[in-house]
Every structure is written in C-alpha cells, then in structure tokens.
C-alpha cells in the first residue's frame, strides 16, 4: 500500500514535536487532507491531543509491544489509500529500548513502516553548530529515511541565512522553521503533558500554531516527502490476532464496561479494538460523575489516568463505590491497570497525607511516595495460568508515582534490556489487578480470556 506518510521525530526530547506534529496535523486537515496520526512508543496523552482536540483518528505503534510484522500490520490496518498519516516520535530519533537499542525507538518504527522522517531540530542559541548536528544524524541514518529538517524556535532573519548552508552542505531539505511563541506552550506534569481539557484554549493554541506553520513551513514540500514513502506489502492481520476469517465468536455479546473520565482516560486504542474483535460490546461509564455501573454489564475495564486529583470526587460518589464492590464480590471480570487499581484501594493517601476513600476491593492503602517508583518496559508473565496460556507473556509499560501496600505477586515482570525481575499484579480466575499498563495486541490471548470469561460471566447470570 502507498499510503502517503511522514513522521515527525527530533535529537532528543523537549524538541517541540508534539507542538510541529499537532500544527501539522491541523494544517494538513484544512487542506482537506485524511489525516490520520500515530504516536511511537506507550504514550497516552499525545494521541489524546491528535484525537480529542483535532478530531484526527489517533493510535499508538511500538516496536517492542509487537515486533517488526505485528507493527507493520497494525499501521496497515483499516487504512485506505487515499490517507495521510503523521508518526510523531518519541525522545530523540535513536533512542529505543534502555536507551541504547534501537527496538522500541522512533527510527525503528520509521523503518519497520519505511516512512520517511522530518526532523525537527530545536536551534534556540545555535548557530552554524546546527549543521555538524544535522549532518551527525543524516550520517547514522544507514536506512537515508530522514528526508528534510524543520528549524524549530528560530527567527526569520537567521532561518534565511542558515538555510541554504544546510541544504548546500548537508544535501537535505530544510522544509520550513517555527518562530518561538511562549504563548504556544503544552504544559507538563510528572506523568507528561496536561490533559487537553485542563489546558486552557488549548484548541485555539493549536490552531494558531497550525496559522504559523502554514506562514513558515512548505506543506508543500512535506506532502511531496510524504508521496515518495515506499510501497508497503500486505499482511493478514486476523492470521496474526488469534481471530480467523468467519471464526467470528457468539452473536451474543457480553458487554464491559470501561472507565473513560477526566480520571480514567489512558487507553491504547487497538486494546478497546481488540476487545471488540474478540466478541465484547464497549459501554463507556463514569466512576467520577455515575451513581451506577451501566445496566446489564459483564466485565469491568478501569485504566489509568490520574485518579489523585479526584481523590474528594470519588470518596463522595459513594453509589457507585458501592456498585463496583459488589460487582468485584459477584465475581464479574475486572481488569484494573495503574490509575483503575489506585482505585480499588480502601484507601489512597494524597502527598499531603489526606486519605480518601476508594472502592474497598481491595484490604489495602495506596500512597502517592513523590518519587518514581517504577517507569519502562516490562514482560509479564503469570505465575498460574488465568488470562494467558502457560508459559506466555504480554508486554507492558509501568510509570508511576504513587505505591501499594500489596502490589501484588501474581506475575513476574521482567525488564527487557537488564533481564532483572520483580513480581507484581494481583490475578486470579475473575481479575487482573496491577499497576503495568499492558498492551493487548503483543498477546492477543489476553483480550480473547478477558472477553470468554465475560461471558461465561453473562451465562452464568442468566440460568
């Protein structure tokens, strides 16, 4: 397929790339373009931006979640020709897997999808260094997939004079610049961006960035960049996902319930999408503002987000507390990661040492330690077989703050670069509790067991 492509990459983080990726994004959809977007690696929040804000379809792709095929095809999947899609990379350009592999970075992916890279290069108190950097990055690049460079917070009068000498000397096509504007700024917090809804005029920031892009930056040249990305191959996803052609399970189908609020809102979309292939019907619900889990639900899907600052919302929202307790002591399928297992606490302690109320599925407190407690990748795999086959393991990524009393010790979590190991998650024949955010479709078993045991769940409701 000759999806027109590019992504979006820098030297390293803080470039402005979600700023460039977003301005272009809407840039690009002005232009009557069918955009679509990807963000490499297991960030939430950036694909939240593409898809809640620009209205712009949003996934994530990762090379260690799901190897070079897998990734390939899940790019592939559901796309249409007549697309444009926007990669916007993660940390800088070659930084994958501890730092060190290229697995897991943004020129992996750029080379698994075989999409050519515009990258941006934050010149704030640069001169003509920027060329012997530029020039470094286009000489480790042995795939020649970097196929133009963005100026990035650098004035008119100095992009006229240092653009020629980069094209002259470096061979490559400088496609624009991004003047600096401190009022176009994305604020951050200890788990990365601010959610789109707490950032003030946020859509109004992006389309003023966009405005700007369109001044400074050829789209023109971006779109001819993108028109020259190889022909991808086919592959068949579904022989690949554990679901066959015409091996489609029950008509009849067992509904789960997801958490999506302010509070619960980190969800990989091929997750919810695998879900729904392996025979569930999605019901959104919120723990923060329903008094009540959706009617006739069979499993219960909580993710992560940021429940600390809700902690006061959801201690008085004492129905539905109720409604999940009992729905847990039913024995109903529940899978909690990070933010949703916070939530199953009796209690979550705040950093200024105020407890508040949560569910009580759980007989144990939960404590913001203002510290990192664990952050990457992980591998997991159950001591006892309850959602995966023996022997098997899902992939992950851990990053939070906050610590349990009891985090669990239910699976081994093996870090992909050191080998070291740890155990975690509380799982048995009805749950699935921890705090790795998983990836399903690095083993699709894991949607498919969630979703039979949903509904066995509605079979044995309904004798």
């Known amino acids: 397929m000759n999806?027109?492509?590019?992504m979006i990459a820098a030297p390293k983080s803080g470039s402005g790339k979600t700023t460039i990726t977003c301005a272009?994004?809407?840039?690009?959809?002005?232009?009557?373009?069918?955009?679509?977007?990807?963000?490499?690696?297991?960030?939430?929040?950036?694909?939240?931006f593409h898809a809640k804000v620009l209205d712009i379809p949003s996934k994530n792709l990762d090379t260690?979640?799901?190897?070079?095929?897998?990734?390939?095809?899940?790019?592939?999947?559901?796309?249409?020709?007549?697309?444009?899609?926007?990669?916007?990379?993660?940390?800088?350009?070659f930084d994958g897997l501890g730092g060190i592999r290229e697995e897991g970075s943004s020129y992996h992916l750029a080379k698994v999808t075989k999409t050519p890279i515009i990258l941006v290069v934050d010149a704030k108190g640069m001169g003509r260094s920027v060329i012997p950097m530029i020039a470094g990055f286009l000489a480790y690049d042995r795939e020649h997939l970097i196929a133009g460079v963005l100026l990035n917070r650098m004035s008119k009068s100095y992009y006229e004079v240092v653009k020629p000498l980069i094209e002259e000397e470096c061979?490559?096509?400088v496609v624009g610049y991004f003047p600096e504007n401190k009022k176009l700024h994305l604020e951050s917090r200890h788990l990365g961006l601010m959610m789109p809804d707490e950032i003030a005029n946020v859509r109004e920031q992006l389309r003023e960035s966009a405005c700007e892009l369109e001044k400074t930056v050829s789209?023109?040249?971006?779109?001819?960049?993108?028109?020259?990305?190889e022909v991808l191959a086919g592959y068949d996803y579904q022989e690949h996902n554990g679901v066959q052609e015409g091996e489609k399970v029950s008509t009849d189908k067992p509904i789960i319930a997801v958490a999506?609020?302010?509070?619960?809102?980190?969800?990989?979309?091929?997750?919810?999408?695998?879900?729904?292939?392996?025979?569930?019907?999605?019901v959104y619900f919120s723990p923060l503002h329903d008094k009540k889990l959706p009617e006739g639900c069979d499993g219960l899907l909580l993710g992560g987000g940021y429940p600390e600052l809700h902690g006061e919302a959801f201690s008085s929202n004492t129905g539905m507390l109720a409604?999940?307790?009992?729905?847990?002591?039913?024995?109903?399928?529940?899978?909690?990661?990070?933010?949703?297992?916070?939530?199953?606490?009796?209690?979550?302690?705040d950093k200024e040492g105020k407890s508040r109320k949560m569910a009580g599925v759980l007989p144990f407190s939960c404590r913001d330690t203002q510290k990192l407690v664990r952050f990457g990748y992980i591998e997991l795999e159950e001591k006892q077989s309850w959602f995966l086959p023996e022997g098997e393991r899902i992939r992950g990524h851990e990053f939070h703050y906050f610590d349990s009393e009891c985090n669990g010790s239910d699976c081994l979590a093996v870090k992909p670069v050191t080998g070291k190991n740890y155990p975690c998650v509380l799982a048995g024949e009805h749950f699935w509790l921890g705090f790795p955010h998983l990836y399903y479709p690095s083993n699709p078993a894991f949607a498919q067991s969630f979703v039979d045991k949903a509904r066995r769940y509605r079979e044995r409701k309904e004798k």
């Open 3 to 6: 999806r027109k492509r590019v």
């Open 260 to 282: 999506r609020d302010e509070a619960f809102c980190f969800y990989y979309e091929d997750n919810l999408l695998l879900l729904q292939e392996n025979g569930a019907r999605l």
């Open 64 to 93: 260690f979640f799901t190897g070079e095929e897998k990734t390939r095809a899940l790019f592939l999947k559901n796309s249409r020709e007549e697309d444009f899609a926007v990669l916007e990379g993660v940390m800088g350009l």
């Open 171 to 173: 061979q490559i096509s």
């Open 219 to 229: 789209l023109e040249r971006i779109l001819e960049i993108a028109e020259c990305a």
């Open 24 to 48: 272009l994004l809407q840039a690009l959809k002005k232009q009557g373009q069918q955009v679509i977007s990807y963000k490499c690696g297991p960030d939430y929040i950036d694909p939240m």
């Open 323 to 349: 409604e999940i307790k009992q729905a847990f002591e039913n024995k109903m399928p529940v899978v909690a990661e990070c933010g949703g297992f916070l939530y199953l606490h009796s209690a979550m302690i």
